[in-house]
């Protein structure tokens, strides 16, 4: 048998590929647009319900709290005491881990096959090796002079991959606030990126990795292990069952359980208030409930249609030969997505498994559409994607002016998609979550300054709601009001402090009865109305005066989880 050797000609025609065109070029490409979209959004509208109550969490840090677990407020106290909480430095991190989740999933897209062979080569799934001269579709460094992007799938499978995480709605929306949804895609790709390393390498190891990384994604919030159940099934229905039998596996296990087991420890000490608070959120009717027909539906809407493509393209791609040494991912979604569906969990829990789902897909598209007639494929769907996450895009990031967003709504016909039940206002929820809290706090600290030193030290502000204890903690310094106290959610684990109830500023009560049932007397001082805000937070503000119990003695019966 001989072999053809190429001449020195032919091998000097050959270019040294740019760093600058290569594959991960390009997906770092993609993945600044996200910190431009930051620059243009990031400190429109105002603070969100949630940030506030989780900067309030980073002011009292703690192995968990009642509704999440402990990594958020540990990182909103890492942000107190070094950038600040400025909506641009509360806004920084999420978009960061917005853009790093677009470079991942262009990575995971290459290391799932979207790259061309080296000579040494033994991936799994490759049947064969490549010579000098080959041409296999799929190596992102190596190009040919007239090589473009287009006519290199390898570059275009990260490409896609990462477009897709970049411009779908919910991660676009995911990584705008400073919230635990923020930072999920990122935890959970990362851990797909190891799986498929491991998968293809058989490098044991990377067990105690993906153990620790495992680990700090528990520790943001627990969603994970339903995925993680997935990934457990996977693993013993497809060649990664191999793991089993290594000890690094069970280390890796073992290194997850010891960083999550703080939390779990607390959680047990409190009687897991989680739990309890789930089944309280149920038996409440608060979320919108979806049967198996319309969730799927909302899922492709959620993802902009268009993108939704590239997660059957992924299952495609999961159970056929080529993607087989990876199976276990595929196996894993469907899993999940079974789990939510049955349990009737929010439309968004399944945003963090999308990324690696694009990057299967992207790579399953590169091989279905090598042939020369199916060329336009690959930038028609990038380009549609685009397309429609750009008509989207108002209704999930606020790059427009309240007017202009309204106006824009109007014309185009688009609404937010909701996740609750709640009364409709001028703005949809997401946005009207934004307005209203600083003028709040305001109109609180007007009247406590009417207040006679001696009454403001014994005058509690009393929040009924996590998102008014939050906005008098976040914005009542600046006005001279003291921290607020409540009932609701990990208010109540965080107590009265030395107020007994003599006199009480009370915040989101709906029923005026109920302050005259319990107040020796009260006064109605002001309101939360602002005409861009949520209608069901225009509620008065009530001053009491004589609580009827001492708040020291009665606060176990004032906690209210839900």
């Known amino acids: 048998m001989s072999v053809s050797i190429p001449s020195a000609g032919a091998v000097g025609a050959v270019r040294k590929p740019s760093p600058f065109t290569s594959g991960t070029a390009i997906v770092v490409y993609v993945a600044l647009v996200r910190i431009v979209l930051y620059f243009f959004a990031g400190s429109h509208y105002g603070y969100f319900r949630d940030e506030l109550y989780y900067l309030a969490c980073g002011e009292h840090p703690a192995l968990g709290y009642v509704d999440q677990p402990p990594l958020i407020g540990w990182i909103a106290w890492f942000l107190q005491h070094t950038i600040g909480t400025s909506l641009w430095a509360l806004r920084l991190l999420p978009a960061l881990a917005g853009a790093s989740t677009v470079v991942l999933a262009g990575l995971l897209a290459r290391e799932l096959g979207g790259r061309r062979s080296t000579p040494s080569s033994k991936l799994a799934g490759d049947p064969g090796r490549s010579t000098p001269s080959s041409k296999l579709a799929g190596d992102p460094g190596r190009s040919t002079p007239s090589s473009k992007l287009a006519g290199d799938p390898g570059r275009w499978a990260m490409f896609l991959a990462s477009l897709a995480a970049l411009m779908a709605p919910v991660l676009l929306a995911l990584s705008h606030l400073f919230t635990m949804n923020a930072f999920d895609p990122l935890l959970w790709t990362g851990i797909a990126y190891l799986l498929v390393r491991i998968a293809r390498d058989g490098s044991q190891t990377l067990w105690l990795v993906v153990g620790a990384l495992t680990g700090i994604t528990i520790l943001n919030k627990y969603a994970v292990l339903f995925w993680l159940a997935g990934v457990v099934i996977g693993i013993c229905l497809t060649g990664l069952r191999s793991s089993l039998r290594h000890r690094w596996f069970w280390l890796g296990c073992a290194l997850t359980t010891a960083i999550a087991a703080p939390n779990f420890l607390w959680e047990w000490r409190h009687h897991f208030p989680f739990l309890e608070l789930m089944h309280n959120v149920r038996a409440s009717g608060r979320d919108i409930l979806l049967p198996p027909l319309p969730y799927l539906q909302a899922q492709a809407q959620m993802l902009g249609f268009v993108a939704a493509l590239l997660v059957l393209f992924a299952l495609l ?65 990038a380009l ?39 009364q409709p206002g001028v703005l949809p929820q997401l946005y009207a979550d934004m307005f209203g809290w600083e003028e709040m706090a305001q109109r609180v600290a ?58 009480m500023i009370i915040l989101g009560e709906g029923e005026e009865r109920n302050i005259k049932t319990d107040c020796a007397s009260y006064s109605i001082v002001g309101d939360n109305k602002d005409p861009l805000s949520r209608r069901d937070e225009w509620l008065p503000i009530y001053h009491c005066r004589g609580f009827k119990w001492n708040l020291q003695t009665i606060w176990p019966e004032l906690k209210r989880w839900q």
Not at 398 to 420: C, D, N, R, T
Not at 458 to 474: L, P, S
């Open 384 to 422: 549609a994607i685009v397309a429609v996450a750009g008509i989207y895009a108002p209704t999930i990031l606020p790059i427009l002016s309240v007017p202009h967003f309204l106006a824009y709504e109007h014309a185009m016909g688009i609404e937010q998609q909701k996740f609750e039940h709640m």
């Open 446 to 503: 007007a009247y406590y300054h009417t207040l006679s030193p001696e009454e403001q030290r014994k005058t509690a502000i009393f929040a009924n709601n996590y998102g008014e204890g939050g906005a008098i903690d976040f914005f009542g310094p600046k006005y001279g009001l003291p921290k607020a106290i409540g009932g609701h959610q990990n208010y109540w684990i965080w107590g009265p402090r030395d107020y007994t109830g003599e006199s």
């Open 317 to 381: 791609f999961f159970f056929s030969r080529q993607g087989r040494p990876y199976r276990a991912l595929g196996w894993a979604y469907l899993i999940f997505l079974a789990e939510m569906m049955a349990l009737r969990g929010k439309l968004y829990y399944l945003a963090p498994v999308y990324p690696m789902l694009f990057a299967a897909g992207a790579v399953w598209m590169e091989s279905a559409t090598k042939l020369k007639r199916w060329i336009w494929a690959k930038p028609g769907l």
